[in-house]
């Protein structure tokens, strides 16, 4: 099943603003909205936001996420250590009836 | 405390059929929709299948269809995988997330399946 687009990689310095993309289509990015989950080495994912822009409560007000079209967004400000891990995006997809995830970025802070 | 805890992993000959559970605890299961994830060694995620609330629906990936296969016993609070036909590339670590707001909002630990003759 066709998955979502991220970039593999994404560099960014201690304190920095980073932006990670998320790229799909009308049947799932476009569709029902995007969530973002975040995985640090050796733990299971954790949700950051979901229904393309909406934060769950305890997640720091670093984390936004939006979407135009049919591309998601993560932004990241003010960058610290602790956001070194895998960020995935996922979407309801409704041609396929199933969830689709991205390839993952791994988000490295310099 | 809320959460899901996996059980039923272990190391499996390519011919075995075993499966794994998923045990809800500190909010009602029955009010939501529940996914199997997988993430094979250094991979990304990919999911699995899905069943509505109720049990009344239920979905799965190309990879598996045909092979697994999901339920889930509300008055157990627990959810369900069978796994069979497997193959090597079916090796991963295997997450329960429930679904909240179209979204996953809540991650077991996982229980990790690997296949090996």
């Known amino acids: 099943q066709a998955g979502l687009t991220q970039p593999p990689s994404v560099s960014k310095g201690l304190t920095q603003t980073a932006t990670l993309t998320c790229t799909g289509n009308n049947n799932n990015v476009g569709y029902q909205g995007v969530a973002w989950v975040q995985q640090h080495q050796g733990h299971p994912p954790k949700l950051l936001s979901y229904r393309n822009n909406q934060r769950p409560s305890g997640i720091s007000e670093r984390f936004s996420a939006s979407r135009s079209g049919n591309i998601a967004s993560l932004t990241i400000t003010g960058l610290q250590p602790d956001d070194e891990a895998d960020y995935f995006c996922s979407a309801w997809d409704s041609s396929l009836s199933a969830w689709v995830f991205g390839g993952g970025t791994k988000l490295i802070v310099l | 405390q809320v959460q899901l805890v996996e059980s039923g992993g272990g190391v499996v000959q390519p011919g075995m059929s075993p499966r794994l559970s998923c045990e809800a605890s500190?909010?009602?299961?029955?009010?939501?929709?529940i996914h199997w994830v997988r993430q094979a060694p250094g991979q990304g995620l990919e999911w699995v299948a899905g069943i509505t609330y109720d049990g009344s629906n239920k979905y799965y990936a190309d990879s598996v269809k045909g092979r697994f296969t999901i339920s889930r016993d509300n008055s157990k609070n627990t959810l369900y995988l069978q796994l069979s036909s497997l193959r090597s590339n079916d090796t991963a670590l295997y997450y329960c997330?429930?679904?909240?707001?179209?979204?996953?909002?809540?991650w077991g630990q996982g229980t990790l399946v690997t296949v090996s003759s």
């Open positions: 997330a429930r679904e909240g707001n179209g979204s996953p909002d809540l």
């Open positions: 500190g909010f009602t299961l029955s009010k939501h929709a």
